[in-house]
């Protein structure tokens, strides 16, 4: 007897069931394909209307306003209209919204010069005595915000006693300072008055 045999009747009764055709086998679900569309550029309200309702959560420049209805994809004529019209009656308030980007950015701890630097960039100016009378307004001197920071950064501990470590923190507060805005001379004093020596 063959000791084959056994085995190759089980192949040639496999290889003669019927392969059920393709067509009738349930495929494995998957999502269907997302057809790319361009998207429609042409927002449903006007340039106008979704301005205001921008202004309405926030102020804004007309440079910042302008850039976000060009990134919606108005066309720059109604956007010029709109803005226009928002000038008009007085709703695009440039020099309320200056006073507090400066504000934002005192609170954050930033030098004046990178604030100005910053507002500049919306096409707005600001000058040392506007800088001066924002800080009066709120309390927050450049010697306060220093010492703040400077506090900040060594969370009130006093300086390691180690002359190595204590150079190495101190260089880490002066990267830190230095990295708002403040130049080395007004980051040295500002650390020389801060006591945080034992």
């Not at 006007?46 to 959560?57: D, K, T, V």
């Not at 800088?131 to 703040?148: A, H, V």
């Amino acid at each position: 007897m063959n000791k084959l045999s056994g085995p190759q009747k089980l192949i040639d009764a496999l290889a003669s069931v019927e392969e059920e055709p393709k067509s009738t086998r349930p495929e494995k679900e998957r999502p269907a394909k997302r057809e790319f569309k361009p998207k429609d550029h042409k927002p449903k309200s006007s340039a106008y209307q979704y301005s205001m309702f921008l202004l309405g959560g926030q102020d804004y420049s007309e440079f910042k306003l302008r850039k976000k209805l060009k990134s919606k994809g108005y066309e720059e004529t109604e956007i010029n209209e709109a803005l226009t019209k928002l000038i008009e009656k007085n709703y695009l308030r440039e020099e309320e919204y200056k006073k507090l980007l400066a504000r934002k950015l005192i609170r954050k701890g930033k030098a004046d010069g990178m604030i100005r630097r910053q507002i500049e960039q919306e096409k707005l100016q600001i000058d040392a005595a506007q800088m001066t009378e924002i800080r009066e307004e709120m309390g927050m001197s450049k010697e306060d915000t220093l010492s703040q920071l400077i506090l900040k950064k060594t969370r009130g501990k006093a300086w390691p006693k180690d002359f190595a470590e204590k150079r190495k923190a101190q260089e880490k507060v002066y990267r830190y300072l230095l990295s708002r805005g403040y130049s080395y001379d007004d980051a040295k004093k500002a650390m020389n008055l801060t006591q945080l020596d034992e």
